[in-house]
């Protein structure tokens, strides 16, 4: 067995923390590069109309209730009574909480009043950012989760 000198474990130790220095870059780069974004622009303005758009957003009383079977995807949007939710428009961004790549902007149908939409999605946890507008302009958004458990549920 050769002896232990000064050279290997300077090696020993360089290795070491050139393996760890390494792994930290290449973990940092993946976090950059698969980030999505931001949320708002600038958080000082939006928090300006926070309050007031959350209240008239309450002030609905809308649920939204989501469903997906087979590859379809259901939204069922109702008011306080229970009742479909009067909207002039409904936009959905489906994707996933960590990465922008699947993102995907299904066009939703009205039946027998729900939504519908034909989206693929393969097994695990997927976003919801609903976006409505109610009859008289007041704006509805909710961030939902949706876990598909297995690819025969899609």
Known sequence: ?????????????????GVIIVVNLLMAYRAI????GLE??????????FDAERKAQEALGWTVATE???GRLTLAVTDSEGLPAAMQSL????GRTTASRQDQRPEFERVAG??????ALDWGKWMLVVEAEAQDGTKFKQ???????????G
Do not use: C
């Open 1 to 17: 067995m050769a002896e232990l000198t000064g050279k290997h474990v300077l090696g020993v130790a360089l290795s070491f923390f």
């Open 33 to 36: 590069s698969t980030f999505p």
């Open 40 to 49: 708002v622009a600038n958080g000082y303005i939006a928090s300006q109309t």
């Open 68 to 70: 997906y079977t087979q």
């Open 91 to 94: 936009a959905v961004l489906v």
């Open 114 to 119: 729900v939504w519908q939409a034909d989206v």
């Open 143 to 153: 961030r939902l989760e949706l876990f598909v458990m297995d690819k025969a549920q």
